[in-house]
C-alpha cells in the first residue's frame, strides 16, 4: 500500500458471544449505572446492575453483562422503581 490508497477490511473473532436481549423500558439508568429488576423469592423483586449493548429494533436493548439470556426481568423497571422501598 502507499499513501493515499484506501483498503476494506472484515475483522472475525474466534469465539461466538451470547447476549440478553430485553425491552428498553426494562432498563433503569440510575447514577451512571444500569439496573433490572428481577424476580425473588416471596414475591419480591431485587435490582441487578447490568451492562447495557447496542439498542436494537422493535425497542430493544443488548445486556452485555449482569444477566444471562433467558432470565426473567420486569418489563418496565420505571414503573416498578417508583411503587416499591428499595
Not at 458471544?17 to 449505572?33: F, G, K, N, T, Y
Not at 429494533?57 to 411503587?83: C, F, R, W, Y
Request: hydrophobic residues 45%; negative net charge; aromatic residues 6%.
Amino acid at each position: 500500500m502507499r499513501l493515499g490508497m484506501f483498503v476494506t477490511a472484515t475483522f472475525r473473532g474466534r469465539t461466538q458471544e451470547m447476549h440478553a436481549v430485553v425491552p428498553s423500558s426494562a432498563i433503569l439508568h440510575l447514577h451512571d449505572r444500569d439496573w433490572v429488576y428481577l424476580p425473588a423469592p416471596e414475591k419480591k423483586f431485587r435490582r441487578v446492575e447490568v451492562v447495557s449493548g447496542d439498542a436494537l429494533a422493535d425497542n430493544m436493548q443488548e445486556v452485555k453483562s449482569g444477566i444471562n439470556p433467558g432470565q426473567q426481568v420486569v418489563a418496565n423497571a420505571l414503573v416498578l422503581e417508583h411503587t416499591i422501598d428499595q
